[in-house]
Structure formats: C-alpha cells, structure tokens
C-alpha cells in the first residue's frame, strides 16, 4: 500500500491511519462478514482497507473519500500488480449528500 507523505496537512485522507490497521484485525477475524457481499467504505484513503476486504472475498468494494488526492493515490494501490481486486474508488462529499437532504 502506498500513501502520501507529503501531502498537505488538510488532506489526511492520504495517511495510514491506526483505526484501518484495526479494521483490518477485526475483519481478518471475522471474514464472513464480508465474503460474497458488495462493501461500502467511507472515507476509504488510500484504500487498505478497501483492499483487504476484496482480498477475503468481497464482491465488490466502494471505496470512497472526499479527497480526490486520496482517491488517487487509492486508485493506484488497486492499479498495482498483483491487486487482482474488486475494488472501486468513488469519490464521495458527504457535506452535498447533507445539503442535497436539507433542500
């Protein structure tokens, strides 16, 4: 998994984050959770654990982050050898979903 260690302060979607790592834990030990099923990750970032979860079966995986920084670097991560994934980076604003509600 590659991230951005330059990235400007403000985008810290392009960071591995200990919460990831966590997620990772949980769901290496409770793959049935996510086998044969399509997966929404928000606020995916690079897209660990977007990978991960293709990697234990999942069907399909929407990883989506506002930064368009980090989507790109995730797209890249899925574009590596080897990935052999089904992983899709989407981008996604929460605050438009929020405002789209409002109105």
């Known amino acids: 998994i590659r991230a951005a260690p330059q990235a400007p302060l403000c985008d810290t979607g392009v960071t591995l984050w200990e919460a990831g790592l966590g997620l990772v834990s949980f769901f290496l030990h409770h793959p049935h959770l996510v086998r044969g099923k399509r997966v929404l990750e928000l606020g995916a970032g690079v897209g660990l654990v977007s990978l991960f979860?293709?990697?234990l079966g999942a069907e399909r995986v929407y990883a989506t982050d506002v930064s368009?920084?980090?989507?790109g670097v995730c797209a890249s991560n899925v574009e590596r050898p080897g990935a052999g994934?089904?992983?899709l980076p989407r981008l996604l604003d929460w605050s438009a979903l929020r405002r789209l509600m409002e109105t």
């Open 85 to 87: 994934c089904s992983v």
């Open 53 to 55: 979860l293709s990697r």
């Open 68 to 71: 368009e920084t980090a989507l």
